[in-house]
């Protein structure tokens, strides 16, 4: 009988800790940490599609979107800080009940526009140099199977599909890779915009495969982003797949793994 109870306690005490680890592991998620998984390619080469990121919900305090136990509706942002121009920051939609990734481009009483496929940001150019081509394969991405865009063209599945990659400075001193698919594609010459106050301009690092500030909403865009739809700053890959599934471990790609996002 004092072998089976203590058996029975030790089952208690074993299911008592798996509960604790999950309640504390929900909790560090809700208040500092969440996990976001990349489905699209409008952030190549920084992320590709199959990138496992973590987001530090903390970085900018939080805001209705991200609060923990719906508190910031009542109380407003909470802690609250501006993101820093050329931070990767994940966000709720303006108008889509979706989550998007994109990067900080131009903050509240900044001009920025796109000219021939270069960014001014306050009427000044920012400094772009060439570095190299970004190869990838021409083959069904993720678990969407979208296909990648090419800068050669149609080069069949299996082929080599190349982007030519820029190297970025933004005002600040962030530098960043950017890719370019075609010449005077939809976003390469824009209006004039003003980011009004708590307001950010965020961008896309594949410019040509990007619906992001430089659109509006109506066309699927993003328009101009309210820092209140901030959930919070990218700041690592831990886990990177170009498979269908994350079963297929011949598709992992290591080498992106616990990887710093600049």
């Known amino acids: 009988m004092a ?4 058996k029975e306690e030790g089952i208690v005490d074993t299911i008592k800790t798996v509960i604790y680890a999950l309640l504390i592991a929900g909790v560090f998620r809700t208040l500092f940490f969440q996990p976001f998984w990349i489905p699209s390619g409008s952030m190549k080469d920084t992320l590709l599609v199959g990138d496992y990121i973590v987001i530090n919900k903390m970085a900018y305090g939080y805001s209705a979107v991200s609060c923990p136990f719906s508190l910031c509706p009542i109380t407003g942002r909470l802690f609250g800080s ?9 966000f709720r939609h303006p108008a889509a009940n979706e989550d998007l990734i994109k990067r900080v481009i131009g903050l509240p009483g900044d001009t920025v526009q796109m000219k021939d496929g270069l960014l001014y940001i306050n009427g000044t150019p920012v400094q772009v140099q060439p570095d190299g081509t970004f190869t990838e394969t021409y083959a069904p991405q993720g678990p969407q199977g979208d296909l990648p865009r090419c800068q050669n063209g149609a080069v069949g599945e299996g082929g080599a599909c190349d982007k030519a990659r820029f190297l970025e400075t933004l005002p600040g001193g ?3 890779d950017i890719l370019n698919i075609e010449d005077n594609g939809p976003g390469d010459n824009t209006p004039l915009y003003t980011v009004p106050p708590g307001n950010l ?3 896309g690092d594949n410019r040509d495969n990007s619906a992001d500030s430089r659109f509006p909403v109506t066309v699927q865009g993003v328009g101009m982003l309210p820092v209140a739809n901030l959930i919070g700053k990218a700041e690592m890959i831990i886990f990177s797949s170009a498979g269908r599934s994350l079963f297929y471990v011949w598709t992992w790609r ?5 990887k710093w996002i600049n």
């Open 3 to 6: 072998r089976a109870a203590k």
């Open 254 to 258: 290591a080498d992106r793994f616990f």
């Open 174 to 176: 962030v530098t960043h």
């Open 82 to 90: 501006l993101p820093k121009r050329g931070d990767v920051v994940v």
């Open 201 to 203: 301009f965020v961008m």
